[in-house]
């Protein structure tokens, strides 16, 4: 059974860090692509960022360039999301998810397995 769980989401005030973290159990974790995903109140999902299963290959929306980073312990089986200059926009549920092949992919709807999520919330 395939499960993602997620972790580290809390109340931060702008400006502020918090690390997400997503233990993967199930499946050969360094074989596949992950990826974080954040859902809003009353706004759709919207991808965060993604890497591939060696981790080389990164990608990031526009949104969080340059403030977030994603990284993996393929030793740890899991991934991990740094967040940096939080604004009260990135307030949100926070997810993690598993796409069934070695590359990192944009599309939520590409993606096979997810967790429960986080929630973070940023204070102005």
């Known amino acids: 059974q395939v499960q993602l769980v997620e972790s580290g989401g809390g109340l931060v005030q702008a400006g502020g860090s918090l690390r997400l973290s997503c233990a993967v159990s199930g499946l050969t974790f360094s074989s596949y692509g992950m990826g974080w995903f954040r859902q809003a109140p009353g706004k759709e999902r919207e991808f965060v960022a993604s890497?591939?299963?060696?981790?080389?290959?990164?990608g990031y929306a526009d949104s969080v360039k340059g403030r977030f980073t994603i990284s993996r312990d393929n030793a740890k089986n899991t991934v991990y999301l740094q967040m940096n200059s939080l604004k009260p926009e990135d307030t949100a549920d926070y997810y993690c998810?598993?796409?069934?092949?070695?590359?990192?992919?944009?599309?939520?709807?590409?993606?096979?397995?997810w967790g429960q999520g986080t929630q973070v919330t940023v204070s102005s």
């Open positions: 998810a598993l796409v069934l092949r070695s590359w990192y992919e944009l599309a939520g709807n590409l993606y096979d397995y």
């Open positions: 890497i591939s299963a060696s981790g080389r290959s990164l």
